[in-house]
């Protein structure tokens, strides 16, 4: 029997798989980064959606240094 190649992953799989917490990946599907999809009452995000938001440039809060370091 082949593989089944997995086309979608819940909030909590698509968390552990980028290393963020599900209530992150909920923040990035309200704010329209991350492509998610409903199906019934579940949330799914296409596999394809994590690869491409992994692509994408993002902007990133810039590090506040310490003035005494400098």
Not at 32 to 58: A, M, N, Q, T
Not at 61 to 66: L, M, N, R, S, T
């Amino acid at each position: 029997m082949s593989e089944v190649e997995v086309l979608a992953v819940d909030v909590r799989e698509a968390a552990r798989r980028l290393g963020v917490s599900p209530r992150t990946i909920a923040t990035l599907i309200t704010r329209g980064e991350l492509v998610s999809r409903k199906i019934g009452r579940r949330r799914v995000i296409p596999v394809e959606g994590l690869e491409k938001f992994l692509r994408r440039d993002h902007q990133t809060q810039p590090v506040c240094q310490d003035p005494a370091t400098e």
